[in-house]
């Protein structure tokens, strides 16, 4: 495998696993917080039931992006969990207590079924929060000092990282109604339209906003998009213009489907908004995994552990995905009076 | 790093880690208990085992929910608490963390789903195979673990890089390390007896009530027969496993037993307080030479002490020492319950004898603590070193401070208080209810356990 850029190739695995684990566990802890909002304890379980054949494997995307990040660039796994400690353990302790939930849920009786209804929706929203202030704190950039986090606890903590939480809630509800929208009917059907429709604009209000203050915040990031030292580079911008357009396509996509009353469109509307936003960010920070002290190269395995993860990769993966899907085929529609157990 | 925030992180990790393999040894022997009672039902057609089947998955999905969560958490201390463990070791153990991810847990999320909710939407063969892809991604997940484990136990095919990294020689030589296959039996057999031992609990608890109650007697042999055949087995493999640790840990090995001295013919302490401070043990219950005995085959033999070596490299010999006698008595008992059972078995059923039920209701919690006692013994005995004789515990740790951790330890302990509570008492009340509250799936709308069928439920 000498002819193959190995560390390249894994910096595409993992960025491609962290995007699948954003796109389905953000729908699932989007209707957690979305559950707050629901009217009944009916349309509750209609939520959770939207979202439980699926949660567990959505999740294990996020321990093969630990679990990954550690296999192939154990550099940065291994500089920025210590810099994230704080918000990657409130991430952790929020994802326990609203995974329990699920099954807690239907096993609590009056006070224990509030208590786990309220972990839920606590428990998603804290765990979005949690993964913003590490998006802020990552966009921010780490201190580093011989390839080893090198600065404060609190270092992730700033009005910017603040934003940028707000704008992951408000990303994952969006997702979140979308999928609500294409899984049930009648009365919680058109409340995932009510809350698809009032997250879309503060998406596209926060994602601009993250987006120009990322630009002031952070000459890196702005020299990439054409800011530079010198002045105004046009063709920089340009070369990367198909990026946020994706994002106003993806904007659009969820407008026209909400006003055609269409099942579908705004879920893969916010899918494309998320994939612009996510490109934007590969765009800004390529080839920084730890901005702006490590790059991928820097931070990578050995060749010989990277060439056998890779040998294995390309047998497994392809069979993950495919199960996977298969999984989501098995219990497409909408969730129907079978949607339980057995 | 200061001193504090590794003795927080040491004891953050502790914490988490013996929280987290109580649930991976029970669901381990349920998804295959689950395997055999979906195949005899399928096989039979008996209604008794596919209502134990839809009994043990509700518990079975509330201990694998918590052994998702609280096993996320161990994928990410590797770096917010060991990162530099996690820096110096990737190179050979990465690989092994990773597979499990790629080969395990993928299949058992995926197929979980299909499991809990996928009656109505496959046939019976279609949903037989995902509880055995289930059952079969929680061996694969046990063997990498394992793996990594043993290695770290016992490391061998490796070379250090310049700059101090590790890396992998020998990929087959990583992976099948040569304390693995003992370790590995040595972990499955102790998931089977754990899940034996609930399963055994769970029918005494029914037929103390009702003696006559068909599942739990049906269930209550299976769990008769699987320590019977088990048990001593497994004391035969803990066996090997403790032979290999005399020839490859001996350090573990003279804190496990006690030894201070190196000499011929050591005796067996069974009970005894090693004082770190005077190198010496209290209150001493000895025979004579079976320590040279148990641990090499030959009472003469000449077995290594702590005083072998520096009091820098030596364990914590009183944990090490009590926690292995903790493990191995309960094996004990263990094996005297599966005797008795069988013996009560043969005489006309187990379910005669009331002191039998309280035993085995008794013994229900056994597995899992000595699940827990075993590795102590494993990781403690291994310490001060992460890596044997290659790494210290001390200079594994991350640059994160002693707040930090102090914050997340608490937050854990409280965590996992409610959890565990919460966990405990709903698994505790399923027991209660008993199989015989297990509906058959295609009696009613939503099958007892579902939100549909707690929200018409009646409030008790």
């Not at chain 2, 055949?229 to 090997?240: E, F, R, T, Y």
Request: aromatic share 14%; proline share 5%; hydrophobic share 55%.
């Amino acid at each position: 495998m000498s002819g193959l850029d190995l560390p390249l190739i894994w910096a595409g695995v993992i960025a491609l696993a962290v995007l699948l684990y954003v796109l389905f566990d953000g729908f699932d802890l989007g209707v957690g917080i979305l559950f707050a909002f629901a009217r009944t304890p009916a349309d509750r379980d209609t939520m959770m039931a939207a979202i439980a054949p699926y949660w567990d494997g959505n999740e294990t995307w996020l321990v093969l992006g630990g679990g990954g990040l550690l296999a192939a660039f154990p550099g940065a796994y291994a500089a920025l969990m210590p810099a994230f400690y704080l918000p990657i353990m409130l991430m952790l302790l929020a994802l326990i207590l609203r995974g329990v939930a699920f099954e807690f849920r239907s096993h609590g009786r009056r006070r224990g079924r509030a208590f786990w209804t309220f972990a839920f929706a606590a428990g998603s929203i804290t765990a979005a929060v949690a993964q913003g202030f590490v998006l802020g704190g990552f966009i921010h950039g780490v201190t580093l000092k011989g390839g080893a986090f090198a600065g404060g606890p609190l270092d992730w903590a700033s009005p910017y990282s603040f934003v940028v939480a707000a704008g992951v809630v408000a990303g994952y509800a969006l997702l979140g109604a979308g999928w609500l929208m294409i899984k049930t009917r009648d009365a919680l059907h058109g409340d995932a339209r009510r809350w698809a429709s009032l997250a879309a604009p503060a998406v596209a209000l926060l994602l601009a906003a993250v987006s120009v203050a990322t630009l002031f915040v952070h000459p890196q990031v702005a020299s990439r998009w054409g800011w530079t030292d010198h002045g105004f580079d046009l063709s920089r911008l340009t070369r990367l213009a198909a990026i946020p357009a994706m994002g106003a396509a993806g904007l659009v996509t969820i407008a026209v489907g909400l006003a055609r009353r269409s099942q579908g469109g705004p879920f893969v509307g916010a899918v494309v908004v998320f994939l612009s936003g996510y490109l934007g960010l590969a765009a800004s920070f390529f080839p920084y995994v730890a901005p702006y002290g490590l790059t991928f190269r820097q931070a990578a395995n050995t060749n010989s552990a990277l060439a056998l993860l890779f040998g294995a990769l390309v047998i497994i993966l392809p069979v993950i995905l495919g199960y996977v899907a298969w999984v989501y085929w098995l219990f497409r529609g909408k969730v129907g009076a079978d949607a339980g157990y057995h | 790093m200061s001193l504090d925030a590794l003795l927080l992180s040491r004891l953050q990790f502790a914490f988490t880690l013996a929280f987290h393999i109580i649930f991976p040894s029970f669901t381990i022997g349920l998804a295959s208990f689950l395997a055999v009672l979906e195949a005899l039902w399928l096989a039979t057609r008996r209604e008794a085992f596919q209502r134990l089947y839809l009994f043990w998955l509700k518990i079975f999905a509330l201990s694998f929910g918590m052994g998702v969560v609280s096993g996320v958490v161990m994928s990410y201390e590797f770096g917010t608490n060991w990162s530099v463990f996690s820096k110096i070791s990737a190179g050979v153990i990465g690989p092994l963390l990773a597979f499990e991810v790629l080969t395990a847990f993928f299949l058992e999320a995926s197929f979980l789903g299909v499991m809990l909710f996928g009656w109505r939407r496959v046939g019976p063969g279609l949903h037989f195979a995902a509880t055995c892809l289930v059952a079969f991604g929680t061996l694969v997940s046990a063997f990498w673990i394992i793996s990594a484990n043993s290695w770290m136990q016992y490391p061998v095919a490796f070379a250090a890089l310049p700059d101090g990294r590790l890396t992998a020689t020998d990929w087959v030589a990583v992976v099948f390390s040569p304390t693995f296959p003992e370790r590995f039996a040595h972990m499955v057999l102790a998931a089977y007896l754990s899940t034996a031992l609930m399963v055994g609990a769970a029918s005494a608890f029914a037929l103390w009530r009702d003696p006559r109650q068909s599942e739990s007697r049906i269930a209550l042999r299976m769990a008769v027969g699987m320590c019977l055949a088990v048990a001593p087995l497994q004391l035969l493999v803990g066996d090997a496993s403790g032979k290999d640790i005399t020839h490859r840990q001996p350090a573990k090995l003279a804190a496990i037993e006690g030894f201070w001295e190196t000499r011929a013919g050591q005796p067996f302490h069974i009970v005894a307080w090693p004082d770190r401070g005077r190198q010496k043990n209290d209150f001493e219950v000895s025979i004579p030479k079976l320590g040279s005995w148990v641990t090499t085959g030959d009472a003469a033999a000449t077995v290594k002490g702590l005083k072998a070596f520096a009091p820098r490299d030596r364990p914590p010999a009183a944990v090490v020492f009590w926690s292995f006698r903790i493990m191995v008595g309960l094996g004990l008992a263990m094996i005297g319950l599966g005797a008795w059972g069988a013996l009560l078995w043969w005489r006309g059923g187990p379910e005669r004898s009331r002191l039998f039920l309280a035993a085995a209701m008794l013994m229900g919690p056994a597995g899992f603590v000595a699940v827990i006692a075993g590795w102590t013994t494993a990781e403690v005995g291994r310490q001060p070193w992460v890596i044997y004789g290659v790494m210290r515990t001390a200079s594994a740790a991350s640059p994160v401070t002693a707040p930090e951790v102090s914050a997340s330890l608490i937050a854990f302990l409280v965590v996992y208080a409610i959890v565990f509570a919460a966990g405990a008492l709903y698994i505790l009340r399923q027991i209660a209810q008993g199989p015989l509250a297990a509906e058959p799936p295609l009696a009613g709308t939503g099958a007892p356990g579902t939100p549909l069928a707690a929200a018409t439920e009646p409030e008790p």
